[in-house]
């Protein structure tokens, strides 16, 4: 029976102005999970007015007391694993194993925010004349408004609201549209942790709208953003009417390159982990596999067997690996990625089609997916698949390998494999991307500044770096 679920303005639980909702579905079975209120500028703005309102009174708390908060937060999010990942698998569609690693993940943010802030301060530095002292503070921008994606609905949202409430900003969050569950279930235990009404906003609807009345407002000072690179330029431009700080984790299209000393056993286990975790929906999966020529027989002839290995299904089902792509638009790219790479010449080694894994299940399952003879015009090497394909191309030499990684306007995860340390250490260097796993198919870490360059977007997330993306720098000089 499908259940509804209100958003959260300034404490109270609420419903979209006219009532009007939307409905979430399981894109395992296309079955009415929850609906949920349809929001717009108007709930946009409320929202904001209640984060401002917050404002003074959460920043004047000392922060070891803001930092308890969102460490209990962090403990009841674990404290509830196992309903938060049900509701997760229901609305998204990834493996409920999975879904649970996401919550230890979410938790993980809200843990580290909360070690870190009573420690995050300003400087005391020396100043120009013997008379004068200087003193740089750090204090927080204020109201954050955070737009969070479908792919992880639980980790990035507490990626972004755990430092942001740590250091004493207020916050105002829409989670994704496709699975905005689990990000309801987050406010509301943000609540019972302490949180108080108004310092944490969640609102379900209309991203256009309530995006463009977040920015066209200037008591908001910063938005974070996790998702597409063209949705991270129409922000870009509507940031510039108040200067609104962005932090944008945008699209990727990491290279995974394999060098002929590799470990072959490890880089498929990289492989599977990095491109099939989610059904390859994460924006630092490899898009493009390069293998140097003397062992690229022998890594597909591996990788291949590895496929077999994963099992499609319902995420809830035991045994299950790989769920569904989270709709049709995304199964439509898959499909002409696919077959793109296929009339331009690659070669269709495993998988390639899609199937209803039972009568009860949806056709979004893409079959684990291999594919040999990439070549930079296919559209597979140019542009973010999200679904579990992997396609393979040759290098000869290193700075060939080097050269394939970085013909991208992307840049924020790679990754390579080799025995050889110095060639690990040039492979770090030379490779564009903010992200690189050497030998390390699972770089993802709360303690570390996870974020892209070129068209991969701004910022960094995790460890001190995201305390600082929500803190201003001010100096006080004192004669
Ligand atoms: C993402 O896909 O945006 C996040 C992936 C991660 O944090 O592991």
Known sequence: MPVHMRNLIAGNWIEASGRA?????????????????????????????????????WRQRPALERSSIVRRWGDLVLAHTNELADVLTREQGKPLAEARGEIAYAASFLAGAADLAPHFGGDVIPGPAASKHIFVLRPPVGVVAAITPWNFPAAMITRKLGPALAVGCTAVV?????????????????????????????????????????????????????????????????????????????????PFVVFEDADLAAAVRGAMLAKFRNAGQTCICPNRFYVQRSIYEEFLGRLHHALGELRLGHGLDAGVTTGPLID???????????????????SLRKGGDFVRPSATLSGRFCTPTLLSGLTPEMAIAREETFGPVAAVG????????????????????????????????????????????????????AVAPFGG?????????GGRWALEAYTDVKYVSIA
């Open 174 to 254: 829409k989670p994704a549209e496709q699975a905005p569950l689990t990000g309801l279930a987050l406010a509301r235990l943000a609540g019972e942790a302490g949180v108080p009404a108004g310092v944490l906003n969640a609102i379900t609807g209309d991203a256009a709208a309530i995006g463009r009345a977040w920015l066209g407002d200037a008591r908001v000072r910063k938005l974070s953003f996790t998702g597409s690179t063209a949705v991270g330029r129409v922000l870009i431009r509507q940031a510039a009417e108040h200067i609104t700080r962005l932090s944008l984790e945008l699209g990727g299209l990491a």
């Open 328 to 346: 049709d638009d995304a199964v439509a790219k898959v499909r002409m990625h696919i077959a793109d790479a296929r009339d331009r010449g690659a």
């Open 394 to 445: 040759i290098f000869d030499d290193e700075a060939e390998a080097f050269a394939l990684a970085n013909a991208s306007p992307y840049g924020l995860a790679a990754y390579a494999y080799t025995r050889d340390l110095a060639r690990a250490m040039r492979a770090a260097e030379a490779i564009e991307a903010g992200i690189v796993g050497i030998n390390d198919g699972g770089v993802s870490t």
């Open 21 to 57: 909702t939307f409905e979430i579905r399981d894109p395992a079975t296309d079955e009415p999970v929850a609906s949920v209120p349809l929001c717009g500028a108007t709930e946009a703005v409320l929202a904001v007015d209640a984060a401002a309102e917050a404002a003074a009174g």
């Open 453 to 461: 360059l070129k068209e991969s977007g701004w910022g960094r997330e």
